[in-house]
């Protein structure tokens, strides 16, 4: 299982997000230092929310605009009117709403000059909260303006935080949709919830607990991160922290959330015989845990991951029966089961080495153990005659490759049409010369020419009742005199060019003594 490594953030911006939630954060922009002088005394015993208030100075539009370009964490500004030029501020206003397009900071008017900047013109026309006369604006008005301010700001950014973990929790579900297997799925699910939910974390698990039909349970760690990543997929077998895994035990085993100042465990059912389990430890507290949010995205991946595992289950059942099928048939002929394994691995390198398409290749697999079940439908003294086919004997032996092709092009399934393919045509030759069609070329399906030369290589290295083993030269020569007649000619020279490394496949899967 893969480690996660998460980099550490950046001290200054490290900084910045403790001072954001510490203080509020103002921008005073005048000209006159008295102005500052006065806002600050009298907003320096101030408190809201639980927190104090930093004033920060500007002295023209211009020296605003500087701060306000690097730095987004003010709650709301004073803004007057007349600095470098008599509509200074009234510019600023315009320059931040649509160009550095803030709408969230809480922007109040004020001048000593309310002739040049009429209250009724520049609330209709300009894009902020307040708009105050210097002369009237007491110690007890800015108070109360600075309340309504911050108030107002702290539900506009609670308001954008639960959007962008909305988008955050939409983009992470897409995404989690396109991965079709277990473990990359667990890792991609543990990184979008750290992204999701902004809180530092020392642990985080995501586990899953089964019920078979014979009511044998079992649970298995899907993914982890932290300081007990684990390398084991049994959850009681783990090296994670006997606390943590009973803690998580306990709660597969009450089937409900518990939660307190150290971490949240989610329970999440997706269906009756399985559900799963997500494990969040707090680095410092649990204060900006959005646990909400992490309801509506733990419920999203426990029922994706109920879905993938579902799907896994049914691809490992079919798989397994492709090669009990392909099996049978090779044990029916006294032949051993470890052809169609090798010969599915031999068409898979093959194709590999053409560079053709993943889905493909894993579809050719799947299907090569197919290739012969035709020759269910030839009687056994064909099949266990030690001495050549002639006649009528050979004619019903080459109707397996009908008899095959007919059988699975029954199904829907295109993993069983493709293997209709392989057996019908696995017996045609490159220059037309063999059968059920003769077709030639091209006009044979790639899978069944990939099959042709799968199969012959494997079959001519193995012993059978109307032969001996051929040894790995004289196997080496009978294709490349068979290029361009027997077999396409690319075919063999990718088989002859990695001759050892398909060799291997033969010593992996060893016939049975």
């Known amino acids: ?64 605009k500087s701060i306000l370009s690097t730095d987004d964490s003010f709650c709301m500004a004073f803004v007057d009117v007349v600095m470098e030029t008599d509509h200074a501020g009234l510019e600023l206003v315009e320059w931040i709403r649509k160009v550095h397009k803030n709408q969230a900071i809480r922007l109040v008017l004020r001048t000593g000059q309310a002739g040049s900047a009429p209250e009724a013109k520049v609330i209709k026309d300009f894009d902020i909260n307040d708009y105050k006369e210097k002369t009237d604006f007491t110690a007890n008005k800015m108070i109360t303006t600075v309340y309504a301010s911050i108030r107002a700001y702290r539900d506009i950014m609670t308001i954008q935080r639960s959007l962008d973990a909305f988008k955050k929790l939409i983009e992470a579900t897409h995404d989690l949709l396109k991965i079709n297997q277990l473990r990359p799925f667990g890792s991609a699910a543990l990184n979008h919830l750290l992204a999701l939910m902004n809180v530092e974390s020392s642990a985080l698990y995501i586990a899953r607990t089964q019920v078979d039909f014979a009511q044998q349970s079992t649970s298995s760690i899907i993914a982890c991160t932290g300081k007990y990543v684990c390398e084991s997929d049994s959850l009681e077998s783990s090296d994670i922290d006997d606390d943590v895994k009973q803690r998580i035990l306990q709660v597969f085993k009450e089937e409900s959330h518990y939660t307190d100042n150290t971490c949240f465990v989610g329970y999440y059912k ?79 390198l093959i194709a590999k080495k053409l560079n053709l398409d993943e889905g493909y290749i894993e579809a050719l697999k799947l299907a090569a153990p197919l290739h012969d079940l035709g020759k269910i ?72 020419r990939i099959m042709a030369v799968a199969d012959v290589f494997d079959a001519l290295g193995s012993k059978r009742c109307y032969k001996k083993v051929w040894p790995n030269e004289q196997i080496r020569a009978f294709l490349i005199s068979e290029k361009g007649k027997k077999f396409e000619a690319k075919l063999v020279d990718i088989v002859i060019d990695n001759f050892d490394e398909f060799l291997q496949i033969r010593e992996q899967f060893p016939d049975e003594p």
């Open 1 to 64: 299982m893969s480690n996660f490594i998460f980099q550490d953030e950046d001290e200054t911006e490290n900084s910045v997000d403790k001072k954001q939630e510490k203080l509020w954060r103002i921008l005073v922009i005048d000209d006159d230092d008295s102005v500052h002088q006065v806002t600050k005394l009298v907003l320096a015993d101030a408190e809201i929310e639980h927190r104090q208030l930093e004033i920060v100075s500007a002295y023209s539009s211009e020296e605003a």
């Open 270 to 348: 997706a269906g009756t015989s399985a559900a799963s389990v997500l494990y969040i430890e707090f680095e410092d507290d649990s204060e900006h845990f959005k646990a909400n949010l992490a309801e509506l995205f733990a419920t999203n991946v426990a029922l994706i991951l109920e879905s993938l595992t579902k799907q896994q289950e049914i691809e490992k059942t079919q798989k397994e029966l492709l090669f009990v099928v392909g099996e049978a048939v090779e044990a029916r002929s006294k032949e051993t089961g470890a052809h169609v394994k090798r010969v599915a691995i031999i068409c898979e």
């Open 377 to 448: 439908g030839v009687p056994e003294a064909i099949l266990h005659k030690p001495g050549k086919l002639e006649g009528e004997e050979w004619e019903i032996m080459k109707s397996h490759a009908q008899l095959g092709g007919e059988i699975l092009n029954k199904s829907t399934v295109s993993v069983s049409k493709l293997g209709a393919k392989l057996a019908h045509y696995h017996h045609e030759n490159w220059d037309g010369s063999g059968y059920p069609d003769g077709l030639a070329g091209e006009d044979i399906p790639l899978e069944a």
